[in-house]
């Protein structure tokens, strides 16, 4: 069975990462910070959210043992933070100054990777943060992943090519067109089996081709295509292998998440949950706890749901008996209904509260007899009135107000308003030589960076020459205007 236990909407702008530790969750946003959690009760750390990264964050992980925490942006950087006083402890830069897409550490902890918009694969020695080895590849990298063995790592980039590179960055071998219009995520299984004298791997590989795939890698190596899941409708943007390998979850376009029985070598042995997600838009990011039976799922409305996964089915002779979860099964919660707020009664206020991290103002409101109405006309006065006498209890109730109002008005920013670096709305927004629009000081900072190339192609700008793009500027004003 699989419960939705949690619902995080503390990140003001697309979730693009998560990862669980032993005992936290942490999120990645294009707001340019990560969020860290207690997985006992899912309430923010005192020291989150972590600010270091100058344009938004594209990938985060923990180290194995749990006490490092890694993180990857726009900015080039990789910042490697201290994930139990999230204390930043050193960063490391692309030797290009390259946006980075992916960044994974190795088992061991031995080495760190990151793959780049340029097409480079950058490697460095993790204790001493020294560059190892940097090669070039014919497309961005967007994806990677190490072994559970730390030996070999894999990379997958947007021309859709898989590559297994050794430690040393040597090209052990590619799988030319693994998904079709590019790859978007891939993940090793964390087990592997030795059978006379040569290892055996297990990879899980999505793309823009809508098929998730799953991989024998082995010694002398090869990669020989095991499944095909077509679970999902649209491209499939992330991946992930359950910490006992007999798991293997899926984000998609779609905006579902689908669970698969990654044990059965038989394709008719598969087992999936369409999952019904409360988002409204793409599903980004998933992650599975090493412990706990816990999933996470990222998305682009900013929202990230925490789910419980339990015994989901029963084997029936030779096959499967699918359990289809919904959201439709059973009154929805408050946040997630159709509902207007002015509508909710004290019980769907209360539930909404309880929902959101916020058990302990439960019995204030219901006191005070607080339904959708009063929620909705709450401000600073009458929230001190109620007697909650922790500031920041008070500032985050009112953050989960305006963002619960923001997401029933629709008044979300649309996306071609946003600066494609910065993910912020623009003010003075310009047209590059690729065509597209940026907020004028951030394209100007990107090309001061020495970033000759396109942000959203990677391919060179014929010019640095930028065009102000009066209509789309008049268009935002309009917007702002009528909120």
């Known amino acids: ?69 890694l993180s990857c942006s726009t900015d080039g950087s990789i910042i490697v933070w201290s994930s139990e006083t999230g204390e930043l402890l050193s960063a490391v830069e692309h030797p290009g100054r390259s946006p980075l897409r992916v960044c994974a550490l190795a088992p061991d902890s031995c080495l760190l990777l990151a793959g780049a918009c340029d097409g480079t694969v950058a490697l460095w020695d993790f204790p001493s943060k020294t560059l190892r080895r940097y090669t070039s590849c014919e497309a961005s990298i967007v994806a990677c992943s190490f072994s559970p063995c730390s030996q070999v790592f894999v990379t997958g980039c947007t021309h859709g090519d898989l590559k297994l590179w050794d430690d040393h960055i040597s090209l052990l071998l590619a799988q030319k067109d693994a998904h079709d219009l590019g790859v978007t995520c891939c993940s090793f299984a964390p087990h592997f089996k030795i059978e006379d004298s040569c290892v055996e ?12 795939k799953i991989w024998i890698v082995s010694q002398p190596w090869t990669m020989m295509l095991l499944h095909i899941l077509t679970g999902q409708t649209a491209p499939v943007l992330s991946c992930a292998f359950s910490a006992d390998g007999e798991l293997v979850v899926s984000g998609s376009v779609d905006k579902s998440v689908t669970v ?20 409204y838009r793409y599903v980004t990011a998933v992650a599975l706890s090493p412990a706990f039976g816990l999933m996470a799922t990222g998305s682009m409305d900013r929202s990230v749901n925490v789910w419980k996964i339990g015994d989901g089915y029963e084997e029936t002779g030779k096959y499967f008996r699918l359990i289809y979860f919904s959201h439709s099964q059973g009154r929805k919660l408050p946040g997630h209904s159709r509902l207007l707020l002015a509508d909710w009664t004290e019980e769907d206020v209360q539930s909404w509260l309880c929902e959101e991290g916020l058990d302990e103002l439960v019995m204030i409101f219901k006191t005070n007899n607080i339904d959708g109405s009063e929620v909705n006309h709450m401000s600073k006065e009458t929230v001190a009135e109620l007697g909650i006498e922790s500031v920041g209890l008070r500032g985050r109730l009112l953050r989960k107000i305006e963002a619960l109002k923001a997401e029933q008005s629709g008044s979300e920013a649309p996306d071609e308003f946003l600066c494609p670096i910065t993910r912020e709305l623009m003010k003075d927004p310009v047209i590059a030589a690729d065509g597209y629009s940026y907020e004028r000081e951030s394209i100007e900072s990107w090309i001061r960076g020495k970033n000759k190339t396109s942000p959203m192609t990677n391919l060179p700008l014929r ?7 009066r209509s789309l500027k008049m268009a935002i004003t309009r917007w702002k205007s009528s909120q």
């Open 463 to 469: 010019t640095t020459l930028l065009t102000p793009n």
């Open 1 to 69: 069975m699989v419960s939705l236990i949690r619902a995080i909407r503390d990140h003001t702008d697309e979730i693009s990462c998560c990862a669980f530790s032993q005992s936290a969750l942490v999120t990645g946003s294009a707001d340019k910070t990560l969020r860290v959690y207690s997985t006992a009760d899912f309430k923010e750390f005192p020291f989150s959210p972590l600010t270091g990264h100058g344009y938004g964050v594209h990938r985060c992980c923990f180290s194995s043992c749990g006490s490092y925490l």
């Open 260 to 279: 698969y029985d990654a044990v059965s070598n038989v394709v008719t042995n598969t087992l999936h949950f369409p999952v019904v997600s409360p988002s």
């Open 201 to 212: 791997l297990r990879l899980a590989s999505c793309g823009q081709d809508s098929l998730l």
